[in-house]
């Protein structure tokens, strides 16, 4: 059974910074993506940051340059690294993973992920 466990989360201020951590068991990511997803009250489930197992990464345009995305492969662990954060990034974050290799296109779309966390929530305040 797949199981991704996130912690990390808590609540700032803004311009701070918080570091997500996503424990994965009875799950390889040789071969799949694995990704960062955040979801708002009123708002959709948006694709926040992805990487697959060659290394290739994609992040949304809302956190381009202050979020970073990395794996301890030997922990099987997901991290994302948030800086520079602001009130808008106040969300419930959750850590997914692919069943497969996808395509760059799909990397932050939820609908192509297969196992999911419960959870953490961040808040950013002003």
């Known amino acids: 059974q797949v199981q991704l466990v996130e912690s990390g989360g808590g609540s700032v201020q803004s311009g701070g910074s918080l570091r997500l951590s996503c424990a994965a068991s009875g799950y390889t990511s040789s071969s799949t993506c694995m990704g960062w997803f955040r979801q708002s009250p009123g708002k959709e489930r948006e694709g926040v940051a992805a990487?697959?197992?060659?290394?290739?990464?994609r992040y949304a345009d809302s956190v381009k340059g202050r979020f970073t995305i990395s794996q301890d492969n030997a922990k099987n662990t997901l991290y994302l690294q948030m800086n520079s954060l602001k009130p808008e990034d106040t969300a419930i974050y959750y850590c997914a993973a692919a069943r497969y290799r996808l395509g760059w296109w799909s990397f932050l779309l939820s609908n192509y992920y297969s196992y999911w966390g419960q959870g953490t929530q961040v808040t950013v305040s002003s």
């Open positions: 990487q697959c197992s060659d290394g290739t990464t």
